[in-house]
């Protein structure tokens, strides 16, 4: 079965399909480790030291696949919800957009200038004013629809694209301005 990481077909024996995904989920944990000046070692050390430093190096490269259990465990040692920052690592991987709520950093989206999409620079500038200068939008499969529909994009087209303007930090995420309804 051919790989659609739009969310509707995937094959997970597909060794392609499963690499890109823990790399995805490893990337995110190493990013917010770093991001809290976090060494290995020291993370570990606040989890009690349930596994190895070398063992944590292969979770975040991705040579390692991650139980559902372990990716929780590192998450509480980071102290952040498991269920952000796994939606973070599908968004970074470009896996599952269909059905996945997208963080949209705004002021990256408003640097972007892309002629197809430039109506979302002034949706953008208002959402970011009436949230307070709120950076990051949470956009709900929903609002993609409505907001493809408004601009007259293809869906598919406007999600991939606001994928890649990932928050880059997290906390973001937890003040994050909600879809309008």
């Known amino acids: 079965m051919p790989c659609d990481n739009w969310g509707s077909s995937m094959d997970f024996q597909d060794k ?26 020291q993370l570990l050390a606040i989890m009690g030291d349930p596994i190895g430093e070398r063992a944590l190096l292969f979770c975040e490269s991705g040579r390692r696949e991650l139980t559902l259990v372990r990716w929780v465990e590192l998450c509480a040692g980071l102290d952040v919800d498991p269920a952000i920052l796994l939606s973070m690592a599908l968004q970074r ?4 957009l ?35 200068m709120n950076d990051v939008a949470k956009l709900t499969p929903a609002a993609i629809t ?31 301005a909600e879809p309008d309804d």
């Open 16 to 41: 392609k399909v499963r690499d890109k995904l823990y790399e995805g989920f490893g990337a995110e944990l190493r990013l917010e480790r770093e991001r809290q000046k976090l060494t290995r070692v």
């Open 146 to 176: 409505e907001l493809a529909d408004f601009i007259g994009a293809d869906r598919r087209r406007l999600v991939y694209y606001l994928a890649q303007f990932i928050p880059p930090d997290p906390d973001y995420l937890e003040e994050v």
């Open 98 to 132: 269909k059905n996945l709520p997208i963080y949209v950093h705004l002021p990256s989206l408003l640097l972007a200038r892309q002629p197809e999409f430039r109506q979302l620079d002034s949706w953008a500038r208002r959402k970011r004013e009436r949230t307070g």
């Open 93 to 96: 991987t470009r896996y599952f």
